[in-house]
């Protein structure tokens, strides 16, 4: 059974990633490497 997706209070999106936030993510680390988890989203801007 899996969870849907749905928008917290805030808007942020949680559940499942899609296959497009897959693929976007994966790019992004094969072009910068693992590095620092928490600088992820500002470098990713």
């Known amino acids: 059974m899996e969870r ?3 928008f917290d ?3 942020l999106k949680k559940g499942k990633w899609s ?4 693929r976007i993510l994966v ?3 094969n ?3 693992l ?3 928490r600088t ?3 470098r990713a801007e």
């Not at 296959?19 to 897959?22: G, L, Y």
């Open 19 to 22: 296959a497009e936030e897959d």
């Open 9 to 11: 209070n805030d808007g």
């Open 35 to 37: 590095g620092d988890w």
């Open 4 to 6: 849907t997706t749905w």
């Open 40 to 42: 992820l989203p500002k």
């Open 31 to 33: 072009e910068y490497g």
């Open 27 to 29: 790019a992004y680390i």
